[in-house]
Nanobody, 124 residues
C-alpha cells in the first residue's frame, strides 16, 4: 500500500510561484511512476506532470515551461515547482503513484493506482 500526502498549496497572486510537495510512504516498488493532477470545479481530473522512476518527465502543454516536476528519492517526496502562475491554474492539485513504469498515456488519471487527498491552489 502507498500513502500520499500533499502540502504547499495556498493563495498567490498572478505571476507568483508555489512549490507543492507530496510525501510518499509505503512499498517503493508500488511507485514506479508518479504524477501531479488537478481538478477544476465541475471538471474531470487532468494530468499536469508525470515522472517515471528513471527520471523521465512529461508535462501538459498548458504548464510547459512554467511547472517542473521532481523527486527526492531519499526523502520519498515528489515536488511540483509552479512558476508564473495564472488564474487558470486555480484548482485542487493531487499527487498520484502508479505501480508500473508508464510508457504511454502518462498523464491519464486511469493509469495511476494511489492518490493523495489534494491541496488547493488559488491564483488571483
Amino acid at each position: 500500500q502507498v500513502q500520499l500526502v500533499e502540502s504547499g498549496g495556498g493563495s498567490v497572486q498572478t505571476g507568483g510561484s508555489l512549490r507543492l510537495s507530496c510525501a510518499a510512504s509505503g512499498y517503493i516498488n508500488s511507485r514506479k511512476a508518479m504524477g501531479w493532477f488537478r481538478q477544476f470545479p465541475g471538471k474531470e481530473r487532468e494530468g499536469v506532470a508525470g515522472i517515471n522512476i528513471g527520471g523521465s518527465t512529461i508535462y501538459a502543454d498548458s504548464v510547459k515551461g512554467r511547472f517542473t516536476i521532481s523527486t527526492d528519492n531519499a526523502k520519498g517526496t515528489l515536488y511540483l515547482q509552479m512558476n508564473t502562475l495564472k488564474p487558470e491554474d486555480t484548482a485542487m492539485y493531487y499527487c498520484a503513484a502508479a505501480r508500473d513504469i508508464l510508457r504511454s498515456s502518462r498523464l491519464s488519471p486511469a493509469r495511476y493506482n494511489y492518490w493523495g487527498q489534494g491541496t488547493q491552489v488559488t491564483v488571483s
